[in-house]
C-alpha cells in the first residue's frame, strides 16, 4: 500500500459455550455528522417510518482530507469476517488496508460452523448439504437467497482446514461438537447437523481474531485503529473507498479493487431495534451484542445505494436474568442512554427445559422450544418475562436433558461435577437466582402473591402430575425433559431475553457484492457477516449450530480470495 502523508493428535471435545460511527473527528467534521430525523407518525408514512433511522450521508469536503491512502482492498472493521478477509488477504499478497474505529480487533465469536469438513467428517458421518440448504431456508421461510447460503455450503470447510493450522500454532487445539441428526425439542425433532468447530481453550486469549492480527503483522501489516467510518466514497453504481475520521483528522483511503463492510450488525442502535425488529424490546430484558455494533456500517452501505432486507433476524437467548418486577424493554440511564435493564448479559441455566411461568403464576409454553422461540412466546405475556423453577435434583435433570448448542455450557459444568450453586454464582447468578427450603418460601422471594402465588402452586402441582405420568398433555414436551419440582432447596428466577446480534443486512449476491433494489452490483462494494443479509429472516437458526459465525468468517475470506484471483 501507498501512504501520500508521509482427534489423535486434536481433541475432539464435546462444545461448551457461553454461549453511528461513533465519536467523529472535531473542527474538520463538525459539519458533516449525519442529521438525525425525528420519526414520523406511524399512519402517515408507514414506509417512512421503517427508514426514519437512517438520516442523511454525511459530507466531506475534499480541502477537509488531511491525508490520502491508496490500497488495492479497504476492509472496514476489524472482527470475524474482517479479519478472516485480511488474513486471507495477506496470505495471498494482496495489498490491504484494516480500518478499525476501536482500539483492538473485535470480541471473536469462537463457534464456527462448516459442514463436512476434514475433521467433523472424523467424528460424524457426511451431511447432507442439501438438506442443510433447504433446513435453513425453512427456518426464513423462504426470505433467502438460496445462492448466498451455498458459498457457506461449498467453502466453509475450506475456510476452517486454512485457519486450523494457523490456531494450533498459536496453542489452541481444534474441537468439534458431535450432534444427534434429529434432536428432539418442542415437541418435535430438529435437523441438527455436525458442524461445529471450536478451538480450545474457547473464551481464552488469545483468541481467533487476535491471532489473526498476530498473522498479518508478521507479513508486515497493521490494522489501523481509531479509523471511524464517516462514509464511502461512491460515484453512481461505484464504490471507490472510505472517508474516516482519525486522531489526525480526515483521511481517505482509495480501494483499487474492492471495499468490504464488515462492520457488524446494528444491536447496539436501539433507535434501529425499535424501527426494524420491534419484537426485541417486548421480549428483551439483557444484552450480550458489542458496542461497536451500532449500525453504521449498514446506513453507510444504504447511503451507497444498497438496500436492507425486508425482514429483521435477531439473535435471541433465553438467558436475560432480572429481579422480580423488571419488564422487557429500554430503559433510560442518567445520561440519557437507553439500554436494556438488566445488570448481567445472560445467566446461562435459563435455556434450560424447566418449568416456566408467567406473572400470574401459569405454564403457558412448552419449555423445550429453541432460545429465540420462548422468548417470542414470552413477548405475549405480562411484562414479557417469565420465572424459571427448579429444585434440588437440578444436576440429574440438567444431565438428562441433553441440550445442545451454547445452551450445553451448563451442562458441560454439571458433567465436571461442579455444584449447581457454585455454577451459578460462577456464571453471574448471585442475587438473581432465588434459593429457599420450601415453594412457599420461594413464591415470596419471587414476588409471587394472592392468586398469582396461588396459582404458581396449582401449577407446580400440575406439572408435578404431568412429569408423574410421562405424558405432557399440556404442551407435548419430551418425556426426558420433564422434572418434578419436589426436593428441597428449590430454586427461581426471572428472565427475559437476551439479544445478541442482528442477521439482516445489506442484500449480496453469492459473491458478497452489495445489490441495488433493481438487483444490480454496486461495484467495488462487498458486505460480509451480521451487516450482510439474505441469509437469514426473523430468527437465528439455533440448531444449525455455529452457522452465523460460520457463514462470516467463509465470506469475510471469500472477497479476499475472490480480489486476489484465487477463486476459479
Known sequence: MTDSSGLSRRGFLQAGMLAGAGALAAGALAGCAPRAQEAPHPETASQEAHTYWLGEEPTVADADIVATRDTDFLIIGAGNAGMMAAGTASDLGLDFIVAEKGTS???????????????????????DEMKVLNELTRYASGRVDQRVIKTWLNEGKEMIEWITPIMEANGKTLGVTPMEADHPAGGTYYFAPT?????????????????????????????????????????????????????????????AKGTLLATGGYAANPEMIRANLPLVPACCTAASYSPRCDGYGLRAGLWA??????????VIFDRGAVPAGVDCGYVVDADGREHFPATHYQLNIGSQPFLKVNRKGERFVNESLPYDTL?????????????QIFDGNAVDDILRFGTTGCAAYTTAFMQMGMPLDDFIAMDGGTGLMQKADSLDELAGLLGFEGEAKQQLMDTIAHYND??????????GKEPHRLSKIIEPPFYGCWFGGALLTTLDGLRINEDMQVLTADGSVIEGLYAAGDVSGCFYSDNYPEYIVACACGRTCTEGRHVARLLAGDLA
Open 105 to 127: 480487533v473485535g470480541d471473536t465469536r469462537e463457534y464456527v460452523g462448516a459442514i463436512n469438513s476434514k475433521y467433523t467428517l472424523e467424528v460424524a458421518d457426511p451431511v
Open 195 to 255: 458442524i461445529e468447530h471450536f478451538f480450545n481453550p474457547t473464551y481464552e486469549y488469545p483468541m481467533r481474531n487476535d491471532i489473526l492480527e498476530w498473522h498479518i503483522q508478521e507479513a508486515g501489516h497493521e490494522v489501523s485503529y481509531n479509523y471511524d467510518l464517516v462514509k464511502l466514497d461512491h460515484d453512481g453504481n461505484r464504490v471507490t473507498g472510505a472517508v474516516f475520521a482519525t486522531p489526525e483528522g480526515l483521511v481517505r483511503v482509495n480501494a
Open 305 to 314: 445505494g444498497g438496500v436492507k432486507d425486508v425482514n429483521g433476524a435477531p
Open 375 to 387: 422468548c417470542n412466546a414470552a413477548s405475549y405475556q405480562p411484562g414479557g418475562v417469565w420465572c
Open 466 to 475: 404431568i412429569v408423574e405420568s410421562g405424558v405432557d398433555t399440556d404442551y
